[in-house]
């Protein structure tokens, strides 16, 4: 999938989807405000490939340590360097793939969530 989204938006995207996986109270509608304007399709696929790769792993552990929020400027250099890492390594991209199929599973609910809050706010928007 192509991406239209500008560099700054895209982190704008993560920052707001990684708000889905602390161990606090999650604000879908806030999550859904500040996504708005971005195709649905190009979302998940965010969502699932990007986002929660990085943050998921907070919520499978019994004590998550981020509670309050993901810091920005980190979470934007994990991603990147996950996605470099992905770029030149084939076991790396193999490994990525397995997360990604397990983390559909796992948290497609927060997924649905999010994807609810956008439909009330009319932002389902098709690519």
Known sequence: MESTLSEQRREDAWEALSDAFIDNEVDYEFIA???????TAELKEIFFT????????NMLTTIPPIWAGFDRESLANCI??????????PS?????RITVALYRRLFRRIWARIELELARKGELLDA
Do not use: D, L, Y
């Open 92 to 96: 790396a991209r193999i490994r990525h």
């Open 80 to 89: 990147h360097e996950m996605q470099q890492k992905n770029r030149e390594s």
């Open 50 to 57: 990007e986002v929660a790769p990085q943050c998921g792993p």
């Open 33 to 39: 405000r500040r996504i708005t304007g971005i195709p």
